[in-house]
């Protein structure tokens, strides 16, 4: 069974940045397409980025589009997300995804349990 354990979350300032890691076990990552979502508390979930399993296809939702980064290093079955002028409004739990073909519709396969990123003074 695919697991899928998110880190990297925690309280940054207005203004500042992260980097979420993903660290992938269960099966061949090599082989999977990721993707980047957040929910915000009474919110849908919302779709960030995806990212095909050879880095070749990368696609931004508007909402961090120019300020957002997914890349992944498959020998280390991990996809990260780095984001950049952090906003209040991207507080949120964060989660990664996995899906058997890249896509950029929401109807990923497997999922993380999401850490939190609080943005805040």
């Known amino acids: 069974q695919l697991q899928l354990l998110e880190s990297g979350g925690g309280f940054v300032q207005p203004g500042g940045s992260l980097r979420l890691s993903c660290v992938v076990s269960g099966g061949d990552f090599g082989t999977l397409a990721m993707g980047w979502f957040r929910q915000a508390p009474g919110k849908e979930r919302e779709f960030l980025a995806a990212?095909?399993?050879?880095?070749?296809?990368?696609y931004y939702f508007d909402s961090v589009r120019g300020r957002s980064t997914i890349s992944r290093d498959n020998p280390k079955n991990t996809v990260y997300f780095e984001m950049t002028r952090l906003k209040p409004e991207d507080t949120a739990v964060y989660y990664c995804a996995a899906a058997s073909y890249y896509r950029v519709t929401p109807d990923y396969d497997y999922w993380g349990q999401g850490t939190q990123v609080t943005v805040s003074s």
């Open positions: 990212i095909s399993w050879a880095s070749d296809n990368t």
